[in-house]
T-cell receptor
Framework: DAGVTQSPTHLIKTRGQQVTLRCSPI?????VSWYQQVLGQGPQFIFQ???????GRGNFPDRFSARQFPNYSSELNVNALLLGDSALYLC????????????FGPGTRLTVL | AQSVTQLDSQVPVFEEAPVELRCNYS??????LFWYVQYPNQGLQLLLK??????LVKGINGFEAEFNKSQTSFHLRKPSVHISDTAEYFC??????????????FGTGTQLKVEL
């Protein structure tokens, strides 16, 4: 069975631009979470979605938004990119609404110049 | 609020030697604990988890961890490491989020370097 998939693998943007990252959960999983991992640090929670509804939001500015589609895939959008948004963006899926055990994808490496 | 402290940023060890990676947590609610491994330029792979029951948890690749409530610890151990175990290891605690889900709070990671 396929694991969590994310696209693109790598992305280079300039300051002020907007970016959309995509995630497909493990088949049968209905919850998707997004994390930001800055180099040398542990991942930081951004959002969690279940059945297209937001179930949690981390301490990130409103430039960050996300949504979940009827097929449970998800997009993370970041507007007005800053240099500090350069990071590995990880998507995780879980089976149920609680999203307790999360399985991670390979991530999207975003570089902002 | 929940927090995780990984006391060692780097742990060097010789191949076939035992290793322990330390993790302490702080949580005001029920505790669910996880260890993940991250190989270079990859995502996180779940090694093991503690949700309830036996305090000794066995995971993949020969790793195990022991939940100690009195010491608020969840240390990861392996009796004999291999070169392929070289990676970054993250301890995480799960906490309820406002909308009814659960979010993971991670430590800063421990780089395990296995040498010949």
């Amino acid at each position: 069975d396929a694991g969590v998939t994310q696209s693109p693998t790598h992305l280079i943007k300039t300051r002020g631009q907007q970016v959309t990252l995509r995630c497909s959960p493990i088949s049968g999983h209905k919850s998707v979470s997004w994390y930001q991992q800055v180099l040398g640090q542990g991942p930081q929670f951004i959002f969690q979605y279940y059945e297209k509804e937001e179930r949690g939001r981390g301490n990130f500015p409103d430039r960050f938004s996300a949504r979940q589609f009827p097929n449970y895939s998800s997009e993370l959008n970041v507007n007005a990119l800053l240099l500090g948004d350069s990071a590995l963006y990880l998507c995780a899926s879980s089976l149920d609404s609680g999203g307790l055990t999360q399985y991670f994808g390979p991530g999207t490496r975003l570089t902002v110049l | 609020a929940q927090s995780v402290t990984q006391l060692d940023s780097q742990v060097p060890v010789f191949e076939e030697a035992p290793v322990e990676l330390r993790c302490n947590y702080s949580s005001s609610v029920s505790v669910y604990l996880f260890w993940y491994v991250q190989y270079p330029n990859q995502g996180l792979q779940l090694l093991l988890k503690y949700l309830s029951g036996s305090t000794l948890v066995k995971g993949i690749n020969g790793f195990e961890a022991e939940f100690n409530k009195s010491q608020t610890s969840f240390h990861l151990r392996k009796p004999s490491v291999h070169i392929s175990d070289t990676a970054e290891y993250f301890c995480a605690v799960s906490a309820p989020s406002e909308g009814g889900g659960n979010k993971l709070t991670f430590g800063t990671g421990t780089q395990l370097k296995v040498e010949l």
